[in-house]
């Protein structure tokens, strides 16, 4: 892998919170089309999880879990900053941002431009995903 760092997990932060109300919220701005956290977007549908995470997530090779915004503890919190959302890089040296707000956004909600985005900004912070 030469002088790339293993990337081993990735950490998922929703910019929305935790609660009950945040995620029905959620629901109803994605039932109406309005804008909410483009994470979101790429990870759930109106009715859950979709089928097409979840396979995107078992052919990552890591682990990958998600967190809101309310519940980073400080370290997460002090290497997320204001990025809302963002994929975290979990490495021995801590965690890294790979992909940010902005990144997110141009995904348009597809998992397949997040997975390639993914791949080609890990690589470009010389992080090594498993093959």
Same mark, same amino acid.
């Given at each position: *892998?030469?002088?790339? %760092?293993?990337?081993?997990? #990735? /950490?998922? %932060?929703?910019?929305?919170?935790?609660?009950?109300?945040?995620?029905?919220? $959620?629901?109803? +701005?994605?039932?109406?089309?309005?804008?909410?956290? /483009?994470?979101?977007?790429? /990870?759930?549908?109106?009715?859950?999880?979709?089928?097409?995470?979840?396979?995107?997530? !078992? !052919?990552?090779? %890591?682990?990958?879990?998600?967190?809101?915004?309310? !519940?980073?503890?400080?370290?997460?919190?002090? =290497?997320?900053? $204001?990025?809302?959302? @963002?994929?975290?890089?979990?490495? $021995?040296?801590?965690?890294?941002?790979? #992909?940010?707000?902005?990144?997110?956004?141009? @995904?348009?909600?597809? %998992?397949?431009?997040? +997975?390639? +985005?993914?791949?080609?900004?890990?690589? *470009?912070?010389?992080? =090594?995903?498993?093959?």
């Amino acid at each position: *892998m030469g002088d790339r %760092v293993l990337v081993r997990g #990735l /950490t998922l %932060v929703y910019n929305a919170d935790s609660d009950k109300l945040s995620a029905l919220v $959620d629901g109803a +701005r994605k039932l109406l089309r309005l804008k909410g956290c /483009t994470l979101c977007s790429i /990870t759930h549908g109106v009715l859950g999880e979709k089928p097409e995470w979840r396979s995107c997530k !078992e !052919e990552l090779g %890591v682990p990958v879990r998600a967190l809101h915004r309310d !519940e980073l503890a400080q370290p997460l919190r002090e =290497a997320v900053g $204001d990025q809302l959302p @963002c994929v975290l890089a979990d490495t $021995d040296a801590g965690p890294r941002i790979v #992909l940010g707000p902005q990144v997110l956004e141009r @995904c348009r909600g597809s %998992v397949a431009d997040f +997975r390639g +985005r993914l791949k080609t900004h890990a690589a *470009m912070k010389s992080l =090594a995903l498993p093959t």
